[in-house]
């Protein structure tokens, strides 16, 4: 295991996070590559795809792939 954070979980769920908590979660998971998966509530999925994008293609990480799948399925189903 030669990079244990390509394994880590980045997660902040915590119901009062703020939108600079999400960038600062962000910036951690790129700064630290933790690419396993960026974790927040379904509130911030659509703002937290953003900012990664934003934030791998500069460090040369073409390779992180940003999973949203999962992430959409839960946004449509609650908006119905």
Do not use: W
Not at 18 to 42: G, K, M, P, R
Not at 50 to 56: D, E, I, K, W
Not at 68 to 75: D, R, V, W, Y
């Amino acid at each position: 295991m030669n990079n244990i954070a390509s394994l880590i979980d980045h997660t902040l769920l915590k119901p009062d996070a703020t939108i600079i908590d999400i960038e600062q979660l962000c910036h951690e998971a790129t700064q630290y590559q933790f690419h396993y998966s960026v974790c927040v509530n379904q509130f911030y999925v659509q703002p937290t795809v953003a900012l990664l994008s934003r934030l791998v293609k500069p460090h040369g990480l073409g390779a992180t792939r940003i999973d949203t799948s999962n992430g959409i399925k839960i946004l449509q189903e609650a908006t119905g």
